[in-house]
């Protein structure tokens, strides 16, 4: 017997999020912030989690109901029990991990970065990875079914001068991203990662103003699409990748990045 969504009989496309129970990291800002509301939009419960709690209580929030924040450091693996406890005690059993929290240092030539920085870098944006997905696998094997997207970057897919860490950590998510799409599909999870390129956040926006943020803006205006992206354009993909319209998608690299990589 074929039993259909609801409200896909209804004629609504919600391509499977309406009730959905999502964990999203690194969401007190930037691109978690969007992707936390956009998911929410769409009928989806959505457990925020950020080092910055001020922040991340506000976006939680102003979403209302059917959004928790958990104060939580993602290189921290007790942090993560936590949060899947919170999740599954508001919600029920999570069905989307998100894993966008990251860091980015300045530039710096590999032989000047101290091995106490590349650690945390890697901690941060790489061992994250990792420890996300070992703590909500069996939650979401307990659901049934479900999506995980990590968020590396276009320097998780290209060289980037006077990045190492932060390049390293970023193609170990791409590479990881792969290996858990092998190892997770018998279980009903697909796995696939996003590269954005220049994106206005936080991130890329230096202490000082309208003035430091003009050599970004310049770097942009080279770009095939000549301009930084917008965290919604990032929030798309991640949303899309995250749905039940991406029903035949694993294990890929799917670049925003106005065509950086090109
Ligand atoms: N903005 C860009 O141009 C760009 C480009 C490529 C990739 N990315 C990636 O996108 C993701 C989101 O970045 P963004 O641009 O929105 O930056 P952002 O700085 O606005 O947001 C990152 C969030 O992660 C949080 N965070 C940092 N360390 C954490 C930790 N240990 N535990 C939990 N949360 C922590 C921060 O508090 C912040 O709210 C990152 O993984 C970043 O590497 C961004």
């Not at 209804?10 to 912030?33: E, F, P, Q």
């Not at 209580?57 to 007790?78: L, T």
């Not at 990881?176 to 697909?190: E, F, P």
Request: charged share 15%; proline share 5%.
């Amino acid at each position: 017997m074929h039993v259909g969504h609801p409200d896909k009989e209804k004629g609504m496309n919600t391509d499977g999020l309406r009730g959905a129970v999502a964990i999203v990291t690194g969401a007190a800002g930037g691109i978690g912030a969007a992707t936390a509301r956009m998911l929410a939009s769409r009928g989806a419960n959505v457990v925020l989690t950020d080092v910055n709690q001020e922040q991340g209580f506000a976006v939680a929030a102003q979403i209302g109901e059917g959004a928790r924040f958990v104060a939580h450091d993602v290189s921290n693996g007790c942090d993560w029990k936590t949060v899947v406890s919170v999740a599954e005690d508001a919600f029920g059993s999570v069905s989307i991990l998100v894993n966008n929290a990251g860091i980015a240092p300045p530039p710096l030539p590999l032989h000047e970065v101290s091995e106490a920085d590349y650690r945390r870098v890697v901690d941060v944006n790489q061992l994250s990875c990792f420890l996300g997905m070992k703590a909500v696998v069996p939650s979401i094997i307990r659901r049934g079914s479900g999506a995980i997207v990590n968020v590396s970057s276009v320097a998780g897919l290209k060289a980037e001068r006077g990045a190492i860490a932060y390049t390293a950590s970023k193609f170990a998510v791409t590479g990881m991203t792969k290996v858990a799409a092998l190892d997770l599909a018998g279980l009903k999870i697909r796995v696939n990662s996003v590269h954005p390129g220049l994106v206005d956040t936080p991130m890329v926006r230096p202490e000082g103003g309208a003035q430091a943020f003009d050599p970004i803006l310049q770097f942009a205006a080279g770009l095939p699409i000549p301009r930084p992206g917008e965290p919604d354009e990032i929030a798309n993909l991640i949303v899309f990748l995250a749905s039940d319209s991406a029903s035949f998608l694993t294990g890929g690299s799917y670049a925003a990045d106005g065509g950086w990589t090109l």
